[in-house]
């Protein structure tokens, strides 16, 4: 059996939602995307490096969070991370999108999202990548093992959070914390195995 890590940005308060760029995601009025960009430094660098070198499974990413990574990072040739992106399968749960997927070795995920992903999990490692409304119904279903959570020195106040009001019950335990220098906490909490 697989594990389903999860690897977001969220501010002290919660929000996820657009932390990229300004215009990333606007919905619900949103103004302050781009929120996680000043804070990246050499050691947010390093341990997400050596995450993402360890990972051998694939990445499972929401439609929005799809086409934004597709319409970027095939593009940027200089960062490291493009060629173990582009590389690794990526699978898309969408109820819009239509094969083939533009980007390489993506592969469209289609009916419950919950059964797909508990299915996928059951043959290999799953990595989840901002997928806000995805990450909420994996959470809802109890399917997340693991999350890496960057957890920016900010209030928002308003946003998407990480975690909704209809998340389910779970006790996490803390395996691993480091601090950038930029005040970043990056804590890696996992659901204890029963």
């Known amino acids: ?20 760029r300004p215009d990333e995601d606007p919905r619900g009025g949103f103004e302050h995307g781009g929120w996680a960009l000043p804070y990246n430094d050499s050691v947010t660098g390093r341990v997400l ?5 360890a990972h051998t499974g694939a990445l499972l990413l929401g439609r929005r969070t799809y086409e934004d990574f597709a319409g970027y990072w095939p593009h940027q040739q200089a960062n490291p991370f493009t060629e173990m992106l582009t590389k690794t399968t990526k699978y898309v749960v969408s109820r819009t999108l239509t094969e083939p997927l533009p980007w390489d070795n993506s592969v469209l995920v289609s009916g419950d999202a919950a059964d797909a992903v508990s299915r996928l999990k059951e043959q290999q490692d799953l990595v989840v990548l901002g997928s806000g409304r ?6 809802r279903h109890d399917l997340v093992d693991e999350y890496l959570l960057l957890i920016h020195p900010l209030i928002l106040g308003s946003g998407t959070r990480l975690f909704g009001d209809d ?4 006790q996490l335990r ?5 601090r950038s220098s930029t005040g970043v906490v990056l804590a890696t909490y996992e659901r204890p195995q029963s």
């Open 1 to 20: 059996m697989g594990r389903l890590r999860v690897v977001n940005n969220v501010t002290v308060d919660g929000v996820m939602q657009a932390p990229g």
């Open 167 to 170: 998340a389910a019950f779970a």
């Open 134 to 139: 995805l990450l909420g119904s994996l959470i």
């Open 49 to 53: 490096g050596e995450r993402m070198a």
């Open 174 to 178: 803390l395996i691993d914390s480091v």
